[in-house]
């Protein structure tokens, strides 16, 4: 059985920083590339980044880009996501996700990937 357990959120103040990990279990599992959502209340579940293991090619939405950077462990089951100039806007859940092929169509939608976490939860206060 496959597991992605998230950690490493918190409340910071606007400004600050935060860096989740992921970390993947499993004897089966194999993964093309892994992700990051979020999800704020009454909103629906967004793209924040993705890796693609091989080469190493990261993607970032617009709204993090330039703040937020994705970055893998070598044993490519672990993810980071290293969160600066925080902002409230950025208060959410994120989810971490990994696909297990190519995605179909893009890494930005949610429905390309296999397996996700729980979630961990991020507050940013103003």
């Known amino acids: 059985q496959v597991q992605l357990v998230e950690s490493g959120g918190g409340l910071v103040q606007a400004g600050g920083s935060l860096r989740l990990s992921c970390a993947a279990s499993?004897?089966?599992?194999?993964?093309?590339?892994m992700a990051w959502f979020r999800q704020a209340p009454g909103k629906e579940r967004e793209f924040v980044a993705a890796?693609?293991?091989?080469?190493?090619?990261?993607y970032y939405a617009d709204s993090v880009k330039g703040r937020f950077t994705i970055s893998g462990g070598n044993a490519k089951n672990t993810v980071y996501l290293q969160m600066n100039s925080l902002k409230p806007e950025d208060t959410a859940v994120y989810y971490c996700?990994?696909?297990?092929?190519?995605?179909?169509?893009?890494?930005?939608?949610?429905?390309?990937?296999?397996?996700w976490g729980q979630g961990t939860q991020v507050s940013v206060s103003s």
């Open positions: 890796i693609r293991w091989s080469g190493g090619r990261t």
């Open positions: 499993g004897r089966t599992f194999s993964s093309y590339a």
């Open positions: 996700a990994s696909i297990r092929a190519s995605w179909s169509t893009s890494y930005y939608y949610s429905r390309e990937y296999d397996y």
